[in-house]
C-alpha cells in the first residue's frame, strides 16, 4: 500500500478525529480510503447518467422512458 502524508484543515482534522473517536472507523487512513471508495464509486454513476444523457440527445430519442432512466440510476447509486 502506498504511504501517502497529507494535511487537513483544522475542522476537518477534527471530524476525521470524532469519527474515529466514535469507533465509526479504526484509523483516521480508512476513513479517507473509505471516502475515496465512494467519491469513485460516485463518479462511475455520474459517468453512466453522462454518457446515457449524451447517447439520448445525440440520437434525438430514446427507448426508455424517464422512470426507467431513474430506476436505473437508483441501481446503481444502490450498488
Not at 12 to 39: F, G, M, T
Not at 43 to 70: M, R
Amino acid at each position: 500500500m502506498a504511504r501517502q502524508s497529507i494535511s487537513f484543515t483544522e475542522p476537518n482534522d477534527e471530524w476525521l478525529k470524532h469519527q474515529v473517536d466514535n469507533k465509526e472507523y479504526s484509523s483516521k487512513s480508512e476513513l479517507v480510503n473509505d471516502l475515496i471508495r465512494q467519491a469513485r464509486k460516485q463518479q462511475l454513476q455520474i459517468d453512466w447518467i453522462s454518457s446515457k444523457l449524451e447517447k439520448a440527445e445525440s440520437s434525438g430519442f430514446t427507448n426508455d422512458s424517464k422512470e426507467q432512466i431513474l430506476a436505473q440510476s437508483k441501481s446503481l447509486l444502490n450498488g
